[in-house]
């Protein structure tokens, strides 16, 4: 295995034909694991996760919605957790920049075990 670098670049091009951008800059061997950038103009799209997401906004607003109704916001500089499992309404309320790193679970083992995001970003 070599250990490579991988060129994080706030402001990579985007697709200008498209209503999203994405630049996959890693992805291991088995599919399971991935890293890249992701881009998106304002829209609101349905969203089911097999994955877990650990997503970090360089740029926007972003508001999920999950099925019972409840919204968590989150702007450029923050961090937040989508775990696996999650069913609702992913909505680019501004144009969005993430850095994005997917891990989809083994099958059977259920959604990972994450700490509270909406907790961790108030600092409880």
């Known amino acids: 295995m070599t250990i490579r670098s991988i060129r994080f670049d706030p402001a990579p091009p985007l697709d200008p034909n498209a209503a999203t951008t994405v630049h996959e800059w890693y992805q291991d061997r088995t599919g399971a694991f ?3 950038f992701w881009a998106s103009a304002p829209s609101e799209i349905e969203v ?3 994955e877990d997401e ?5 740029e926007g607003t972003v508001e999920l919605t999950d099925a019972s109704g409840h919204t968590e916001t989150f702007q450029a500089g923050q961090s937040f957790v989508i ?4 069913k609702g309404v992913w909505k680019s309320v501004t144009a969005v920049r993430k850095f994005y790193v997917v891990h989809l679970p083994v099958a059977g083992t259920g959604a990972a075990s994450l700490p509270d995001a909406a907790a961790d970003l108030a600092g409880t």
């Open 83 to 86: 775990p696996s499992g999650f």
């Open 48 to 50: 089911s996760y097999d």
């Open 54 to 58: 650990f997503c970090v906004l360089i």
């Open 34 to 36: 991935s890293a890249g």
